[in-house]
């Protein structure tokens, strides 16, 4: 299969569903207006819209979709659980210690017997307020500790952990975290170079957490992505973290890796913090756990565990389909190598975005860890850096591929491939995302701000 465009995206079938949509569906539905196109199906690394057009998917459900669209191994594990059971709130089932024992193999060997397992609502957001109420009980401390930049969940507790202002500027919205920069070098929040510092933004917190008058009470954690992925896929660097963990370590306050996007073998290991060299004392994981399906899960040190029975509840933590498909899943890529595959065809797809950096002055910057990449482009000509990514979107997709924009202002082109991806679909996608990005760096051929449909 490749990708292949046959109509005006959006086609006249898909323009009837999203009128559809518009007409009864709240103002704050996000994916369609970036992506005009009503979904029909998937196989693999491509989605088929309403009107028959394939698309390369950069997207995969947000980073949920970690073996592509509709795996049949993943397919048959959920249909054969039909037949059995859906739900089954926290009683233990065949298909959820299937899938607990999964969930510990991933873990580095030296922590699989000192963790203790939380099965949350179905969404990332779940895990993090989760993670937060497990950090508060164990220290007794409330508050917490986060970055610029980093994305958490949009529920209320959550959002005060994010750093997107715009998200929370609510009526009565929660401000439970003290934000802290983040280890972006290539622009750098104190104006320091990699080169010259000493890892100041670190050395910036452990200043302001020993200072008897910082202002910032000790709180119950620290919580970080080590990838940022709303934030515009940024890597930290390895001294940040592993400064981070030894100030957290020498306090007593818990660190929290939110691992919702990083994890499951995006990066090209189980998860993103053994590429760190730290062990946190509490994950957050979800999206591509489940095969598809919706759950959420806290993996944390065993010492941590003092909730009494019934202290942290929720009616959808026992999907039997995702446990039945997520171990399935997790199988599936033991078995086939995906982690090397992560690697090898990340590395791949990076250095063809490098090279495509060297041609055009206006990408800043590639960056990124395993299957989790990220382009961050500069102003050009008459358009802002966000401007300039959604002229390469909107030409992307009139080629038949799909990625969404992050980081401020949306200056940056993310790319979240399936994670069996393969070496010629990633060649497939730097081909459109040259003819994109050369597009959009032609002079100016319409106004500026115009959709380019």
Not at 63 to 73: D, I, M, Y
Not at 186 to 213: A, F, R, T, W
Not at 263 to 281: L, V
Request: proline share 6%; charged share 20%; hydrophobic share 40%.
């Amino acid at each position: 299969m490749r990708a292949q465009v046959l109509t005006e995206i959006p086609g006249d079938a898909s323009r009837k569903l999203l009128g559809e949509q518009a007409a009864v569906e709240s103002s704050a539905r996000a994916y369609p207006r970036l992506t005009p196109i009503a979904v029909a199906g998937g196989s693999g690394a491509y989605l088929t819209d309403a009107d028959g057009n394939v698309f390369l998917d950069f997207l995969t459900g947000a980073g949920v979709l970690a073996l592509g669209h509709n795996h049949p191994e993943l397919l048959r594990a959920a249909q054969d659980q039909l037949q059995v059971s859906t739900h089954a709130l926290d009683f233990p089932t065949e298909a959820k210690q299937d899938f607990t024992r999964a969930l510990l193999r991933m873990l580095p060997e030296p922590m699989r017997d000192k963790t203790r397992i939380h099965f949350c609502g179905p969404t990332g957001a779940d895990g993090v307020e989760a993670a937060l109420k497990l950090c508060k009980t164990h220290t007794g401390r409330s508050g917490a500790v986060s970055f610029h930049g980093g994305f958490h969940g949009s529920t209320q507790s959550t959002l005060g952990l994010t750093g997107l202002r715009a998200s929370k500027d609510l009526p009565g919205n929660p401000s439970i975290s003290s934000f802290f920069p983040y280890s972006y070098c290539h622009k750098c929040p104190i104006g320091l170079s990699p080169d010259s510092c000493s890892v100041n933004c670190i050395q910036y917190l452990e200043n302001m957490l020993n200072d008897p008058n910082g202002g910032t009470p000790r709180p119950a954690a620290v919580i970080l992505e080590l990838v940022q992925g709303e934030g515009g896929v940024i890597p930290a660097r390895p001294e940040f973290v592993r400064r981070l963990r030894d100030l957290t370590d020498e306090l007593g306050i818990p660190l929290v890796v939110d691992e919702v996007q990083t994890g499951c073998g995006r990066t090209g290991t189980w998860y993103a913090f053994e590429q760190y060299g730290i062990e946190p004392d509490v994950i957050v994981s979800s999206k591509a756990l489940g095969g598809g399906h919706p759950v959420s899960v806290i993996l944390y040190r065993e010492e941590f565990d003092r909730w009494q029975p019934a202290a942290h509840t929720g009616t959808f933590r026992g999907n039997q389909l995702a446990f039945a498909a997520g171990a399935a899943q997790i199988r599936v890529m033991e078995r086939d190598g995906v982690l090397g595959n992560v690697r090898e065809v990340g590395a791949h797809l990076e250095q063809g975005l490098r090279r495509l950096q060297e041609r055009y002055g206006f990408i800043g910057e590639v960056r990124g860890l395993g299957l989790m990449l990220g382009m961050e482009f500069a102003p050009l000509g008459p358009w802002t850096a966000g401007e300039v990514v959604d002229r390469v979107r909107k030409a992307a997709l009139r080629r038949g591929l799909i990625f969404e924009p992050a980081g401020r202002g949306g200056c940056v082109a993310r790319l979240l491939p399936p994670l069996n991806l393969t070496r010629e679909e990633a060649d497939e996608a730097l081909d459109i995302l040259t003819a994109a990005v050369a597009e959009a760096a032609e002079p100016a051929r319409a106004p500026r701000g115009h959709d380019g449909h």
